[in-house]
């Protein structure tokens, strides 16, 4: 069984780690997200790290129950403003359609993101087998619960998470192929998110929140791990 985890990488756009039966099987880079999907083929669940469910008013549950979950790690979670907020032109439109329905502000962290967060919405939109995931909530699973001590740029931080994703028996060669290009925390950010997705092709993933709530389109706005 082959599934994929995805992660935005910059300007190279996106990059993809392919599992088969669990064990690395392979990567992809490509500029679009649609492009690298068609690419991997019948795969039989895709996580992708990026919000993809959207709640009308108010912060969406997952990333405020994901925050008090990681705790240290709580900055790594974003809060995902409304969709109307998205769908305005400019920063200073989106900040202030996010203060009329959440009393806070859009962050420029976030709204600069708009690009590719519309980008896989909308292949989440047209793909059942897509599914958004947090790399952090994902190794703090693979920790047994224990949210990361360490930033995933520093040494330790990426040492650590190679040794949780080896001893999950994802062990990454010397060579990755495409993803030779990419960052070391933007590949071990897909591998966590494939690691999910294999959970989640398996039937075994956890959620959060527990009980979903449902974006404008009916599709459930979720984090799996």
């Known amino acids: 069984m082959d599934v ?15 599992l ?10 490509d500029v679009r997200l649609d492009a690298l999907i068609e690419r991997a ?5 895709i996580a992708v790290d990026m919000p993809l469910g959207l709640v009308e008013k108010g912060w969406r549950s997952a990333d405020l129950e994901a925050r008090t979950l990681l705790r240290v790690r709580r900055s790594s979670v974003f809060l995902v403003a409304p969709r109307p907020a998205w769908e305005e032109s400019d920063y200073a439109a989106a900040g202030d359609r996010c203060h009329e329905l ?4 859009l962050s420029r962290q976030a709204w600069a993101l708009a690009p590719k967060l519309l980008e896989a919405r909308a292949c989440w939109l047209a793909d059942e087998r897509i599914h958004e995931v947090h790399p952090e ?15 995933k740029k520093t040494w330790r931080g990426q040492m650590r998470r190679r040794q949780l994703l080896a001893a999950a028996g994802l062990v990454l060669p010397d060579e990755l192929g495409e993803a030779d290009v990419v960052p070391a925390d933007d590949v071990l950010d897909a591998v966590a ?8 092709a398996l039937g075994v993933a956890g959620r959060i929140p527990e009980v979903p709530e449902l974006d404008a389109e009916g599709r459930v706005v979720e984090i799996r791990y």
């Open 4 to 18: 994929l985890g995805i992660d935005a990488c910059g300007k190279q756009g996106w990059t993809a780690i392919r």
């Open 137 to 151: 909530v994902s190794f703090y699973a693979l920790a047994g619960g224990v949210p990361m001590s360490h930033a």
């Open 41 to 45: 083929g019948g795969v039989a669940a």
């Open 20 to 29: 088969t039966d669990g064990a690395y099987a392979g990567s992809l880079v």
């Open 102 to 105: 959440t009393g806070h502000r």
């Open 193 to 200: 998110a494939a690691w999910s997705a294999y959970r989640i």
